[in-house]
């Protein structure tokens, strides 16, 4: 254990308390001398100093090359060193599983994927996302060592503060299980867990133009979901199910039941495999959510009409959340988004018929521009986000502190 009363361990603990803060004066990603530091934050050199040597310490900030001299010798600077730790960014859907490394700026550096069952339950699976998060490490020449944090998206609600899945409705055995315990079992990293979606939502902010700060993110796939970024900020809820639209009652699921137990949800009549259903009943071979954007993409009259009909059923449920929220955009994403306009066409057509004039005079409707790798976007962002915020990087600065 570390003397406290030390002059060492007394001289560095002064300088890590604050280094936190330093921290997020790099997070931008810009550089900054030593001069410009303290005329931003306002510390005598000597203070300053100290937090920097407890940032450097922990490998994260470092020397980059010399700036512009204005006479005399050119003033070093000090940038956020992205290669320094790694961050494991995980997407896992109803039947993927997604796995990406990313550094701290988050750049993608590698990514892999495999499919999966929930029927093989939590254990096997979270031990295949860290198997291919080994191979990726592999490919780098890094080690598990190197990784700061993990990001986990998962299709259900969460529990954010916990890290553990909240009675997920397709995630048979996943209810509670403690998936940030399990991870910490196999490297000393930061877990974070939250909702496919709202890690989608992150993730498609991250891409959008400056003045964004009120959107909806909705995705449809195997099942549907949204994010809803308000004021800058991701709204979980009270319990995180905020956004959980595909349960929301439409009219024409009356008589219809869902997995969840309730009858009417949308998404027991607008979802992926529904629609395929839809499909079948009508003698098209169609299985699959790609199965039914293939048909649309090849001009299917059937597979058209039943796309632009989950787009109208989609549409009421969005109309109501225009009126009750206000954004200024919804971003569709998920596999069922790559029929395009088809599905626009049909969320419009309700949105902009129901939603007051005021709500909808200026909102656009669109397709996200990168869903595929959104969650793994958000992930990463997230837990970045949480790995160098200035209360983890505090308990990080004090665990150096030397052992007498």
């Known amino acids: ?32 001398s030593r001069t410009d530091l303290a005329a931003l934050t306002g510390m005598a050199r000597s203070t300053l100093q100290e937090r920097l040597d407890v940032l450097i310490q922990l490998g994260l900030v470092g020397t980059i090359a010399d700036g512009a001299s204005t006479g005399g010798r050119p003033p070093q600077r000090l940038a956020l ?67 700061i944090a993990i990001g986990m998206g998962v299709p259900g609600p969460v529990n954010f503060e916990t890290g553990r899945p909240a009675n997920p409705p397709i995630m048979p055995g996943w209810d509670d299980f403690d998936i940030p315990a399990w991870f910490q079992q196999q490297l000393d990293a930061l877990v974070v867990v939250d909702n496919d979606v709202n890690l989608m939502a992150i993730g498609e902010k991250d891409q959008l133009e400056t003045g964004s700060e009120d959107f909806i ?26 956004g959980d639209i595909g349960h929301v009652r439409i009219r024409r699921g009356d008589g219809i039941y869902c997995h969840c137990g309730n009858e009417g949800c949308l998404e027991a009549v607008a979802a992926g495999p529904k629609i395929a259903t839809a499909l079948r009943a009508q003698g098209i071979e169609a299985h699959s959510n790609t199965d039914v954007v293939a048909l649309v993409n090849s001009g299917n009259i059937q597979a058209i ?6 787009g109208r059923d989609l549409g009421e449920v969005l109309a109501a959340s225009v009126s009750l929220l206000n954004p200024s955009l919804i971003v569709v994403g998920g596999r069922i988004s790559a029929a395009g306009e088809h599905l626009l066409a049909g969320i419009r057509e309700v949105v902009y018929q129901r939603g007051a004039p005021l709500s909808t005079q200026h909102l656009q409707i669109r397709t996200s521009r990168s869903w595929e790798v959104g969650a793994l976007r958000g992930a990463s962002m997230i ?16 665990a150096l502190i030397p052992a007498t």
């Open 1 to 32: 254990m570390a003397n406290p009363s030390s002059p060492q361990s007394m001289q560095f603990a002064r300088g890590a308390s604050g280094a936190g803060n330093v921290l997020q004066l790099f997070m931008d990603g810009a550089a900054h």
């Open 81 to 147: 060193l992205p290669d320094a730790r790694l961050v494991l960014a995980i997407d896992l859907g109803a039947s993927h599983l997604r796995v990406a490394l990313t550094d701290l700026t988050p750049t993608p550096l590698v990514q892999s994927q495999a499919p999966i069952s929930f029927a093989d339950g939590p254990v096997a699976i979270l031990q295949t996302a860290m198997d291919l998060a080994d191979g990726l490490l592999d490919s780098l020449g890094r080690t598990r060592d190197d990784v």
């Open 217 to 242: 993110f909705v995705k449809l796939a195997t099942g549907i979901g949204s994010g809803i970024i308000s004021g800058g900020l991701l709204q979980r809820g009270a319990q995180g199910t905020a």
């Open 305 to 310: 009409h039943a796309v632009r009909q989950a």
């Open 383 to 398: 837990a970045i986000s949480q790995a160098l915020s200035p209360e983890a990087i505090e308990r990080s600065a004090l």
